[in-house]
């Protein structure tokens, strides 16, 4: 039975916490899977996992991944625990993730010495690539980051009936702007990828971000790991055959 379902958009974003984990514990059946980027509804991947099948539903759903900030304060690598995940568009509430889960979270972050913003998020379709466009989304909305599918994960998980928390860690901050081409590559698109290979002006701009990137990604897999352990201190040891990383 899976007791708790990591999940993330992109490989990168769990990658850390893979190697992490096959160094600390001896396992053999994992379900290694990236649910892919922008809205869940699309997305078979973390519907199969909340289906009651014969490994059964998870007790809990963490979602981990990178986000953009919107608010100044906020620096690449910062830990973002958001309480209201909000989508953008008209007329939409806002969801929020599991007290307790959110509890364990926080206990995690402090294990791992990780300070921590509470601030919320908002999704969007798209990526948010410069400051002024990131300033007139904190004027719109009250949150402190951007990303592009966690208000329709937690829908979709929500619905299922399955407690979840997302943590987030800040890419690139509320004043710097990223290049226009940056999704086509999240995506892999062949036609990005050559364009840029075929600029080179572009390539100071990439190694910012990969720089970024594994800054993120440290924080963010060091963060994941505590939030393991602390949910086995409350009562959910974990094993090779019900640790699922999505």
């Known amino acids: 039975m899976v007791l708790l379902a990591i999940i993330a958009s992109m490989e990168r974003e769990l990658s850390g916490l893979r190697r992490k984990i096959s160094s600390e514990r ?6 290694l899977r990236v649910i892919g980027v922008g809205n869940s509804r699309r997305q078979s991947g ?9 490994n059964g539903q998870p007790k809990g759903v ?4 990178f986000a953009g900030a919107v608010e100044r304060k906020l620096k690449t690598g910062g830990l973002v625990l958001s309480s209201k995940y909000y989508l953008d568009a008209p007329n939409e509430n806002f969801l929020t993730p599991d007290p ?26 798209a990526i948010v690539a410069t400051p002024e466009a990131k300033a007139a989304l904190a004027e719109k909305y009250p949150v402190g980051i951007v990303e592009m599918e966690g208000y329709w994960l937690a829908a979709e998980i929500q619905d299922a009936g399955v407690p979840f928390i997302s943590a987030r860690v800040v890419l690139d901050t509320a004043l710097q702007s990223l290049p226009g081409h940056l999704l086509g590559l999240s995506q892999g698109r062949t036609q990005d990828v050559l364009r840029t290979a075929a600029m080179p002006w572009r390539a100071p701009a990439l190694l910012r971000l990969a720089y970024q990137a594994r800054i993120a990604r440290q924080a963010l897999s060091r963060f994941a790991l505590s939030f393991i352990r602390q949910w086995e201190r409350e009562g959910h040891p974990l094993t090779a055959a019900n640790v699922s990383l999505i």
């Open 100 to 125: 307790a889960m959110r509890q364990i979270a926080i206990t995690a972050a402090a294990n791992a010495g990780l300070p921590v913003t509470h601030s919320d998020s908002l999704t969007v379709d």
């Open 62 to 65: 963490l979602m981990l991944g």
């Open 26 to 31: 001896s396992v053999d059946s994992l379900n």
């Open 46 to 54: 973390l519907r199969e996992i909340l289906r009651c099948t014969s």
